[in-house]
């Protein structure tokens, strides 16, 4: 099944803490991409990266850091987390070529930072 | 900064009727406005997209409306029924999706019997 996968899905930690989202997509995408969804401020997008080694940022990414080492894996990772990063954070993938620009969406990790 | 305003935040629909979502952007250079549809605990997925070469482009019973002198775009909901009730978000970006997108805030609708 073609899928974005995102893990974990749920995780409560403490400011400072240092902590890695991973993503994952099997659709051989080049187009990788990482959100947060507020409410009242809807997605923002915190990092993108459009093939292996070639990231770029966001509107939002303060405390934030990403890696894509290969094409299936784009993890987000937070230095030291502080309670305002605390959100619904998603990772889409997509062709980024004239054929589909279209992103697929992950599940969602929902992160507190206490 | 919001580079894309969405409007209204919220809205309620009586089934069968038309819902209608507002987009305005500011960038000129944008040249691809997709229209994400979300269901509660699940990721947004794409409803329908248009380029700004054409003014409007229909897929069912959701249709785009692009007016570019303006700066706006809109998404058409007719006939909306209850499994439409979602929140959704309109997006711009550059060279198609191959660079940093932005979303609209979001509008959650509200379809009811």
């Known amino acids: 099944e073609a899928q974005v996968t995102q893990n974990p899905r749920y995780l409560i930690t403490v400011t400072g803490k240092k902590l890695t989202v991973t993503c994952s997509q099997n659709m051989n995408h080049e187009y990788m991409s990482w959100y947060r969804q507020d409410p009242g401020l809807g997605l923002r997008q915190i990092y993108y990266?459009?093939?292996?080694?070639?990231?770029d940022k966001g509107d939002v990414p303060e405390g934030y850091k990403v890696s894509r080492k290969e094409k299936r894996n784009f993890p987000l990772i937070l230095e030291s987390p502080s309670p305002n990063q605390t959100s619904l954070y998603f990772c889409?993938?997509?062709?980024?070529?004239?054929?589909?620009?279209?992103?697929?969406f992950g599940p969602g990790t929902r992160l507190t930072v206490t | 900064q919001q580079q894309v305003k969405q409007s209204p935040q919220s809205l309620i629909v009586q089934k069968g009727g038309i819902s209608i979502i507002n987009c305005a952007y500011e960038n000129t250079a944008f040249d691809y406005f997709p229209w994400y549809q979300q269901f509660p605990g699940k990721g947004p997925a794409l409803l329908i997209a248009i380029r700004p070469d054409v003014s409007e482009k229909k897929e069912g019973r959701f249709t785009i409306s692009f007016n570019k002198s303006a700066k706006q775009f809109s998404l058409h909901i007719m006939d909306s029924q209850p499994g439409d009730s979602a929140t959704y978000f309109c997006a711009a970006s550059r060279d198609g999706g191959y660079q940093k997108v932005t979303f609209g805030t979001g509008t959650k609708l509200q379809v009811i019997p």
């Open positions: 990266s459009m093939n292996v080694e070639v990231t």
């Open positions: 889409a993938s997509s062709p980024g070529t004239e054929l589909s620009y279209e992103q697929y």
